[in-house]
């Protein structure tokens, strides 16, 4: 399953091809607008997609594996799914930390100060997945569909404050005040949340290597939309 729009609808129709190319006969759900029921990106960034995987859900799946549109598939996928099932989710990080990443609201509504968050892994929002038969995941994916109906996913992808070689990195992301604490360069919405709730549900960030990796790896991100999923025996 992948949620492209615009520029990222190609990106969308060279993962299917990788998906294809590697095998995968599984659940495959693709959209190029935005999922039933979602927020816009300007009114909740990347809150579609909690909609893509409660969609999901809805139709009967339950392993379900998010690729951001720009993802592809060097290797068969069965070995994330299979960790999935076996630790009821898979959340990983490239070593960012969430007090870097996290607006004061974030932080505050999951009763984290920003130096305990520099201390916490930020997971990679590109890829993740949940079992939705375990009652943590679902516990994660409940908190963070309202996280995101309170508000917390608004914010500048950049802090004013952030040093000038980390926005030379992400030229066009939005900028403006995120906190007045200079440690923190941006606010990540869905990433930023995501971590902290795992923090406060005991659910492991992994490091990404091995897992997912910008070279040879079961999924190899380009650039930033979608998710694949495992459908229930029989369906």
């Known amino acids: 399953m992948n949620v492209a729009t615009g520029p990222y609808a190609p990106l969308q129709a060279r993962q299917v091809g990788s998906l294809r190319a590697t095998g995968w006969s599984g659940g495959l759900l693709t959209w190029t607008q935005l999922p039933p029921g ?29 690729l951001d549109a720009p993802c592809v598939a060097t290797r068969p996928l069965d070995p994330l799914f299979d960790r999935t099932e076996r630790e009821g989710h898979l959340f990983v990080t490239g070593g960012e930390r969430l007090g870097h990443w996290a607006s004061d609201e974030c932080l505050g509504a999951s009763g984290l100060t920003r130096d305990r968050a520099m201390e916490l892994p930020l997971l990679n929002g590109t890829l993740i997945g949940l079992d939705l038969s375990n009652g943590r995941s679902r516990e994660w994916l409940d908190l963070l569909q309202r996280s995101c109906e309170r508000g917390l996913f608004r914010g500048p992808w950049l802090s004013d404050q952030a040093p000038a070689e980390v926005r030379a990195r992400k030229p066009g992301k939005p900028v403006g005040f995120v906190s007045v604490d200079p440690r923190c360069w941006g606010h990540r919405h869905d990433e930023a949340v995501g971590s902290a709730l795992a923090h406060r549900l005991g659910m492991a960030i992994s490091p990404q290597a091995g897992i997912f990796d910008t070279e040879d790896a079961p999924v190899r991100s380009l650039p930033r939309g979608g998710p694949s999923t495992r459908p229930l025996p029989g369906s």
Do not use: Q
């Open 38 to 66: 979602s927020p816009t990106h300007e009114d909740a960034p990347y809150g579609f997609k909690i909609f893509a995987l409660r969609e999901a859900e809805r139709r009967g799946h339950t392993t379900i594996l998010w």
